[in-house]
Nanobody, 118 residues
């Protein structure tokens, strides 16, 4: 099993910044893709950003230019730097990783609340 521990959420005013962290531990073989998703009330969970083990990144159009995803492979940790936050960014943010080589499995964090006030 792999455990994911998220931190860094909170309440911030519009235009502010937050940095989310997600540390993986346990039966780690090789972490391939690491990503952040979010889910606002009444909405489906959506991809915010992802990063491969080669450092290739992908962002939702709504966060391009404002959010930056990065990872520290030595620490099995993924980060999401969120700048110029907007009220529309309010959601529960979930960390997601894919672990394994031939047999791969995905894991989810418990979620961290991000609230942006106007």
């Amino acid at each position: 099993q792999v455990q994911l521990v998220e931190s860094g959420g909170g309440l911030v005013q519009a235009g502010g910044s937050l940095r989310l962290s997600c540390a993986a531990s346990g039966s780690i073989v090789r972490i391939n893709v690491m990503g952040w998703y979010r889910q606002a009330p009444g909405n489906e969970r959506e991809l915010v950003a992802s990063i491969t083990n080669f450092g290739v990144t992908n962002y939702a159009d709504s966060v391009k230019g404002r959010f930056t995803i990065s990872r520290d492979n030595a620490k099995n940790t993924v980060y999401l730097q969120m700048n110029s936050l907007e009220p529309e960014d309010t959601a529960v943010y979930y960390c997601n990783i894919e672990n394994g080589l031939i047999s791969r499995r995905t894991y989810w964090g418990q979620g961290t609340q991000v609230t942006v006030s106007s």
